[in-house]
């Protein structure tokens, strides 16, 4: 624990209290006496009857589950831990030699430069490869254009103003800039979730353990390497919170980075579009329409019609931008790079048969499209993506790895679907009496948890269908929140070990057998992810699997990714 920059987060480490109301959200029975006893860090927590409330809960000290507190929690959880791994792995495994994109160094590297490969080089596989180069040399290569722009800038001005006493090449310093910048991004990614899942599951202490998780996720080593999972997280997450919170202006700026971060970025505007539409029927809703208010009506119609144009316009253009700055790279003649270019990268591209942005006469083939897409051309010719080309029997491993998260996201689906299939039916426009009175039901499968299932199940099946499908874990990892509610919600509904005193009955109203109720098991961390290792033996068969996919895919993502060994 002596990495804890103060000793509040250490106290919090060893025992976080479990299950707190909000005071923004105080169902109805919390209670908040004087005559409750203080924890021992001198806090009134209050208690949830368990009459009131029917789903097993945490608590834990409000102040605790504000964004700065698990902004902290996390940066000890997550970018420190990851480094240090990779950094082992990367020196104790040799690096397998994989046909991937390696451009030449831009120059011999002193002994600083070593070093730090050696320390950062596990951040720097893949992918990584990619974003490292278009933030040192710019878009060169014709099949850099499927890296959209934000991450790289990103890269290239902290790298620019990083302070550097000792001489680094530039790529050093890129890889550099790569882990400190996604170490903050990581953070506020988590401190984003956990915000939003306060506004829309109403469980704060869901919505903590959910944020705990994110800490752990099966992607983690996307989210530390020089890949663009971390800021699109970060953006994406912070977009759907400030969306809930009805900052609109906001949200839409942030879904707009996000759509120059990653492309699947674009389809969120739709949440925006159906925040509009269903302020629209509801106000529809419970008024009888005379012929006489039909002119406004259909005025109403036409100005939602015209602001959901705007909307989308808002949310694509930076994507759109860099589609009209790539057809002026390539299919503009006299770009005149030619010369700037290095003889060894001139050489790696004709033996790899990659397209150089200024040399050839010849135009790319998407330059004559009705469209000049340069992103679905390369994603298809380079990457063969399409609909249903990587299901062949050779795939069948990346299809294993796939299975877990596509598991658990349609169960997620299911479980949503069949506690609400009314609110499906009706796309949740349908105004209900519980929602009038103020008693909605909360949680994951609360009606405002939507939107976000609807989300992430499309992004599960164009994934599955249209994508190489070992992708899927960061996939949607980095895009939804919904991995990480829903295994919140498992584990607060079968783990009894997470159950608080005051609310031993969940919401099944089946413990499992064997299990005391009232047990919160051995060793000092009240941390549920903590507190569920420590008790492994005793957790549940659905704990393990929970646990051991989260922390087993973060563990051999380390292992494997940052040594050049197939990964998703």
Same mark, same amino acid.
């Given at each position: 624990?002596s990495?804890?920059?103060c000793p509040?987060?250490?106290a919090?480490m +060893?025992?976080p #209290?479990?299950?707190?109301?909000s005071?923004?959200?105080?169902?109805?029975?919390?209670?908040?006496?004087?005559s409750?006893p203080r924890g021992?860090?001198?806090?009134?927590?209050?208690?949830l009857?368990?009459?009131?409330?029917?789903?097993?809960? +945490?608590?834990?000290?409000?102040h605790l589950?504000?964004?700065?507190?698990?902004s902290?929690i996390?940066?000890?959880l997550?970018?420190h831990n990851?480094l240090?791994?990779?950094?082992?792995?990367? =020196?104790?495994?040799?690096?397998?030699? %994989?046909?991937?994109? *390696?451009?030449?160094?831009?120059?011999?590297?002193?002994l600083w430069?070593?070093?730090?490969?050696?320390?950062?080089g596990g951040l720097?596989?893949?992918? $990584?490869?990619h974003f490292?180069?278009?933030?040192?040399?710019?878009?060169?290569l014709e099949?850099?254009?499927?890296?959209?722009?934000?991450f790289?800038?990103?890269?290239?001005?902290?790298?620019a103003l990083l302070?550097?006493? =000792?001489?680094?090449?530039?790529?050093? #310093?890129l890889?550099l800039?790569?882990?400190l910048?996604?170490a903050?991004?990581?953070?506020?990614?988590? %401190?984003?979730?956990?915000a939003?899942?306060r506004?829309?599951?109403?469980r704060p202490?869901?919505?903590?353990l959910?944020?705990?998780?994110f800490?752990?996720?099966? $992607?983690g080593?996307f989210?530390a390497?020089?890949?663009s999972?971390?800021?699109?997280?970060?953006l994406?997450?912070?977009?759907?919170?400030?969306?809930?919170?009805?900052?609109e202006?906001?949200s839409?700026?942030?879904?707009?980075?996000?759509?120059?971060?990653?492309a699947?970025?674009?389809?969120?505007?739709?949440?925006?579009?159906?925040? /509009?539409i269903?302020?629209? =029927?509801?106000?529809?809703?419970?008024?009888?329409?005379?012929?006489r208010e039909?002119?406004v009506?259909?005025?109403?119609a036409?100005?939602?019609v015209?602001?959901?144009?705007?909307?989308?316009?808002?949310i694509f253009?930076p994507?759109?931008?860099?589609?009209?700055?790539a057809?002026?790279?390539?299919?503009?003649?006299?770009t005149?790079?030619?010369?700037s270019i290095?003889?060894?990268?001139?050489?790696?591209?004709?033996d790899?048969?990659?397209?150089?942005?200024?040399?050839?006469?010849?135009?790319?083939?998407?330059c004559?499209?009705?469209?000049?897409?340069?992103?679905?051309?390369i994603?298809?010719?380079?990457?063969?993506?399409?609909? +249903?080309?990587?299901?062949?029997?050779?795939?069948?491993?990346?299809f294993?790895l796939a299975?877990? =998260?596509t598991?658990?996201?349609?169960? $997620?689906?299911?479980t949503?679907? *069949?506690?609400?299939?009314? /609110?499906?039916?009706t796309?949740?426009?349908e105004r209900?009496k519980?929602?009038?009175?103020g008693?909605a039901?909360?949680?994951?499968c609360?009606?405002?948890?939507?939107?976000?299932?609807?989300?992430s199940?499309?992004?599960?099946?164009f994934?599955?269908f249209?994508?190489?499908?070992?992708v899927?874990?960061?996939?949607l990892?980095?895009s *939804?929140?919904?991995l990480?509610?829903?295994? %919140?919600?498992?584990?607060?509904?079968?783990e009894?070990?997470?159950?608080?005193?005051?609310?031993?009955?969940?919401a099944?109203?089946?413990?499992?057998?064997?299990?005391?109720?009232?047990?919160?098991?051995?060793g000092?961390?009240?941390?549920?992810?903590?507190?569920?290792?420590?008790?492994w033996?005793s957790?549940?068969p659905?704990?393990?699997?929970?646990?051991?996919?989260f922390?087993?895919?973060w563990l051999?993502?380390?292992?494997? /990714?940052?040594?050049?060994?197939?990964?998703t």
């Open positions: 624990m990495s804890f920059p509040l987060l250490r919090f +060893l025992d #209290r479990a299950l707190f109301c005071d923004v959200n105080t169902p109805k029975g919390c209670v908040g006496t004087s409750q021992h860090l001198g806090l009134r927590p209050r208690l009857e368990r009459r009131e409330l029917s789903c097993p809960v +945490l608590w834990v000290p409000e589950c504000q964004p700065a507190a698990l902290a996390s940066a000890s997550q970018p990851p240090v791994f990779q950094a082992v792995f990367n =020196v104790l495994i040799p690096d397998h030699a %994989a046909d991937a994109f *390696s451009p030449p160094r831009s120059g011999p590297g002193g430069d070593a070093l730090l490969e050696r320390l950062l720097g596989r893949w992918d $990584a490869e490292l180069f278009i933030a040192e040399r710019g878009y060169l099949h850099n254009c499927a890296f959209l722009p934000l790289p800038l990103g890269l290239r001005l902290l790298a302070p550097c006493p =000792v001489p680094l090449q530039p790529r050093s #310093r890889l800039a790569a882990a910048l996604n903050l991004l990581a953070v506020l990614a988590a %401190a984003a979730l956990l939003l899942g506004a829309v599951l109403r202490g869901q919505a903590f959910a944020a705990l998780l800490s752990v996720s099966p $992607a080593v989210m390497a020089a890949y999972e971390s800021a699109f997280a970060a994406a997450f912070g977009a759907m919170w400030q969306l809930e919170k009805g900052r202006r906001l839409r700026l942030l879904f707009a980075l996000a759509a120059g971060a990653r699947n970025g674009l389809v969120n505007a739709g949440f925006v579009l159906y925040s /509009h269903k302020r629209f =029927v509801l106000r529809l809703q419970g008024t009888a329409a005379s012929p039909l002119p009506l259909w005025k109403q036409l100005s939602l015209a602001s959901a144009a705007l909307v989308c316009a808002g253009l994507f759109a931008l860099f589609q009209y700055y057809y002026m790279r390539f299919c503009q003649p006299g005149a790079l030619a010369q290095p003889e060894p990268l001139l050489q790696l591209a004709r790899k048969g990659y397209r150089v942005a200024g040399v050839g006469v010849d135009k790319p083939p998407w004559s499209q009705r469209f000049p897409l340069a992103y679905s051309y994603q298809d010719t380079y990457w063969n993506v399409g609909f +249903l080309r990587y299901f062949e029997l050779r795939q069948i491993p990346n294993l299975l877990p =998260v598991l658990l996201c349609s169960w $997620a689906a299911w949503y679907v *069949s506690t609400n299939p009314r /609110h499906c039916l796309l949740g426009l209900s519980s929602e009038d009175s008693k039901r909360d949680g994951f609360g009606p405002a948890a939507f939107v976000y299932v609807v989300h199940t499309a992004l599960l099946a994934g599955f249209c994508m190489h499908v070992q899927l874990t960061r996939f990892g980095s *939804s929140p919904i990480y509610w829903f295994s %919140a919600h498992l584990l607060l509904e079968h009894p070990l997470l159950w608080s005193t005051g609310t031993d009955n969940p099944s109203g089946k413990p499992p057998l064997g299990k005391s109720h009232s047990s919160r098991g051995k000092t961390s009240d941390n549920p992810v903590v507190r569920l290792l420590l008790n033996r957790i549940t659905l704990s393990k699997s929970i646990l051991g996919f922390l087993g895919y051999l993502g380390l292992v494997l /990714h940052c040594n050049f060994l197939p990964w």
